[in-house]
């Protein structure tokens, strides 16, 4: 009897949750709870209040008002912290990784908790004990090599089997599956069952709907930090998830695909680097997005960094509007009228310690100066100003730090800068990883718009569906070749996942 109110209890309930910074109502009057053996997806757009929510839970935020229960216990709120949570058994895995590389995995496990024994490390305990971590998940990870060696997916294990070190009862998952490929995303869904099973509830913050049906037992919607609805996820679809997420009828997901295209203006014959891919043929006409699909490490993104001059070529050329190029750097790329967007956007895309004013204007200072030296700042703001007001940027003052900005509106500016300057050849690699539903929309739209005014576009992305609804023609890479090209008819799903695999349907 004792057991089956154990099972009955929430693990954690959370009851009309007020969160308030200055000026801003973070979270209002929102409801959660979590049963154990649940995976309970946490859903909205970005500044929806998900993270605050996680935070909360965690004791990094404390909550202005409500009630938070854990294991049927009233928290004191004033006193809740970190440390607190942890002893309760919450446990949270990021995105970002907090693993340090030159330490092996189970020096990351452990480090600053390291067993001794008459003075010394006990290596072999500590070794132990990370083998029962990876036995307990079932996953086989090499744990004595520098993490920095280790795949992307292997090293979210390592954080995922240092999160399980104190045995907890509640973990989050936030946004674990956004830079992981199809098959590792499975391998995290097999290790939630598993953790599942051992009545373990979970957490799931996640932009990607689809992973939400494949591995959540129920849902809660935030819309701007207001609680919409609660579920169970096998009484609700698609359509009617995204409706409720964004506040509107999922209609048209993709706008048309432009028809109308010009001439040829990028074009690359047998463009070969000789560590990640060769004898690469491809060319982008006005007006047309191509795409370019491929599992990890089939040489998609080197391809578009070596466009843009930001990687080795050893062989092959590029043309731009019939004409060979030797693009030397991605300063001679953007003189060029190339634009990069980068998969990783905060590292790569955006100088992450500026405000939006001098990211959106940074390619294109040179345009907006009185003399030789001085910048003319008034036509910097007003440029900077259109621009993000046509992006329908989401933002305070264009002296806002980008830091302080969702991922949907970083990426924003991060296009912006390159539209600003008129640029003619996008290349766009996973330009909506890591961003909400609603934001991916927006992109899809400005993606659009590129083609109308005749701008060439190459597309990187893992995900098919934005493949097949946005690009006249997809190329396939596999293992640093290009294995097919499909448009029309051949645009199917079924084509491009045979030959992702290596299996060439013709």
Not at 27 to 50: I, R
Not at 94 to 103: A, S, V
Not at 297 to 323: D, M, P, S
Request: net charge neutral; hydrophobic share 40%; proline share 2%.
């Amino acid at each position: 009897m004792e057991t089956e109110e154990r099972e009955r209890t929430p693990l954690i309930e959370m009851k009309n949750c007020v969160m308030e910074f200055p000026g801003v109502k973070a979270l209002d009057h929102v409801n959660f709870t979590l049963m154990p053996g649940e995976c309970h997806a946490l859903v909205g757009e970005n500044g929806a209040g998900k993270s605050t929510l996680s935070k909360c839970i965690t004791g990094e935020n404390q909550m202005t008002q409500g009630e938070l229960f854990v294991k049927g216990e009233q928290i004191k709120i004033p006193s809740y912290n970190i440390r607190e949570s942890q002893k309760r058994g919450i446990a949270i895995v990021h995105q970002e990784f907090t693993l340090m590389g030159d330490m092996t995995g189970t020096e990351n496990i452990f480090v600053g908790r390291y067993k001794k024994k008459h003075g010394h490390i006990d290596w072999e305990a500590l070794d132990k004990r990370a083998q029962e971590l990876m036995d307990y998940i079932q996953c086989d990870v090499k744990m004595h090599i520098p993490v920095k060696h280790l795949r992307t997916a292997e090293r979210q294990i390592v954080q995922l089997a240092k999160a399980l070190l104190d045995n907890p009862k509640i973990i989050i998952f936030d946004e674990l599956t956004a830079v992981l490929q199809e098959k590792d995303i499975e391998n995290i869904f097999r290790i939630i069952s598993i953790l599942q099973e051992k009545g373990i509830g979970i957490i799931y913050i996640s932009h990607r709907l689809d992973e939400v049906f494949a591995c959540c037992n129920s849902y809660t919607v935030l819309c701007d930090g207001k609680y919409i609805n609660s579920g169970k996820v096998k009484d609700i679809d698609y359509d009617g998830l995204v409706k409720m997420i964004i506040g509107r009828e999922l209609e048209n997901v993709y706008p048309s695909i432009n028809k109308e295209l010009g001439d040829v203006i990028l074009e690359v014959k047998k463009l070969t680097s000789s560590k990640a891919f060769h004898n690469i043929n491809l060319k982008v006409r006005a007006g047309e997005v191509v795409g370019i699909a491929g599992l990890l490490g089939a040489g998609k993104t080197e391809l578009v960094q070596a466009i843009f001059g930001n990687y080795k070529i050893t062989g092959g050329e590029i043309l731009i509007r019939g004409k060979s190029v030797k693009i030397k750097s991605p300063q001679h790329a953007i003189k060029l009228g190339m634009g990069l967007v980068p998969d990783e956007r905060r590292s790569l895309g955006l100088v992450m310690k500026f405000d939006i004013k001098d990211n959106t204007t940074l390619p294109s200072m040179k345009f907006y100066k009185k003399a030789a030296v001085f910048q003319d700042h008034k036509a910097e703001m007003k440029v900077a100003y259109e621009i993000n007001e046509k992006m329908n940027l989401s933002y305070h003052s264009l002296w806002q730090n980008v830091k302080k900005l969702s991922g949907g509106n970083q990426q924003k500016i991060v296009i912006a800068k390159w539209m600003l300057r008129d640029t003619e050849i996008f290349l766009l690699d996973e330009p909506t990883r890591g961003i909400d539903i609603g934001a991916k929309f927006e992109i899809y739209n400005l993606i659009h718009e590129l083609t109308k005014q005749k701008k060439a576009v190459i597309l990187v992305s893992p995900e098919m569906e934005e493949l097949i609804g946005l690009c006249n023609r997809v190329y396939i890479m596999y293992e640093g070749s290009i294995l097919d090209e499909v448009e029309g008819e051949r645009k199917t799903q079924e084509i491009i996942v045979n030959n992702l695999l290596g299996v060439n349907v013709k």
